[in-house]
């Protein structure tokens, strides 16, 4: 089976008819090195193959993307909507402020700290969110700039 070919059957197995902005779409965001991508990432990522597909399909796509659970949608502070294919392994975030670049992280203490607060307060925990926010700075330029 082709790459294609692949693509095509996540679309149908999420319900969604086969179009090409979709595809392209698709394809960008499972072959992009970095998986968090704006509406408008995508669409740069299109221009630069060539495609002509406009920002306003971009966002419809990735809209009917979300509806069919294809991506997550996040809403970081003081950033614009940020995208990613839904893997369902439910990692978190970390966001900095200044670049808006974003990492995951994914801590087994966390987790289990809060499946212990939510059974202190009677709950029983089915979904959580955390996003931190700080400032990201490259270890390697800090490295650089210590020594000049
Ligand atoms: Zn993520």
């Given at each position: 089976m082709t790459h294609n070919q692949t693509i095509s059957q996540d679309l149908r197995k999420a319900g969604l008819k086969v179009t090409l902005p979709r595809?392209?779409?698709l394809e960008i965001l499972e072959g992009a090195e970095q998986h968090h991508m704006s509406a408008e990432d995508v669409?740069?990522?299109l221009l630069k193959q060539?495609?002509?597909v406009g920002l306003a399909t971009v966002y419809r796509v990735l809209t009917q993307f979300e509806a069919a659970g294809l991506v997550t949608r996040h809403h970081?502070?003081?950033g614009q909507a940020i995208f990613e294919l839904d893997t369902g392994d439910n990692h978190d975030h970390i966001v900095c402020m200044k670049s808006g670049k974003v990492?995951?992280?994914k801590d087994e203490l966390i987790e289990k700290r809060l499946h212990e607060i939510a059974e202190e307060l009677g709950y029983s925990?089915?979904?959580h969110k955390i996003i931190l926010y700080g400032?990201?700075?490259d270890?390697?330029?800090l490295a650089e700039s210590s020594i000049s």
């Open positions: 595809l392209n779409i669409y740069k990522a060539g495609s002509d970081f502070d003081g990492s995951e992280f925990l089915t979904d400032v990201y700075q270890k390697d330029e």
